[in-house]
């Protein structure tokens, strides 16, 4: 399967994942939004390392959030976010759980292309109910200048 199909994939199963998987609710009045990247980065853990190509975050208006990893595998976290004092483009990350609530939970920082539609970096530690620890290294390509 090639690289362009596992995207789709994975973005069609986000999208139907979005509709589906509950909400936490938190309140904060936030925008919503939702950035992508294609890139390179890491989920690593002491039994395995994958090679993530691309990531997709939904940022909702109710503070919660759903982010989709691509890589052999796809990894999927929910859980709520804030913006971060220092800087708009820094997103705070809490991860409350995975494709099951409570299933891991962690946290992480997501900082964003100062248009906010694209990521630029994703760093996330989260523990498994059976006690793996699990790190998310990404950083997004650089988008290439207009001609």
Known sequence: MNRLERMMQCLMLV??????????????RSESLTATGKGHGKISSV????????????????GTFL???CAEIQLQAEGT???S??????????????????????????????????IKELAIKVK???????TVTFVGDR?????
């Open 85 to 118: 004092t220092s800087s708009p483009e820094e997103i705070l990350l809490k991860i409350t759980g995975g494709a099951l609530k409570g299933e891991m939970t962690g946290s992480g920082k997501l900082l964003l292309t100062s248009d906010r539609q694209s």
């Open 67 to 69: 982010i989709a990893l």
């Open 81 to 83: 976010w804030k913006t």
């Open 15 to 28: 999208l139907i994942a979005g509709f589906i998987l509950p909400v936490c609710a938190q309140s904060q």
């Open 128 to 134: 498994t109910v059976d006690g793996l620890d699990i």
């Open 143 to 147: 988008p290439q200048p207009p001609e």
């Open 47 to 62: 039994v395995d390392e994958r090679e993530i190509t691309s990531a997709l975050i939904f940022l909702r208006e109710d």
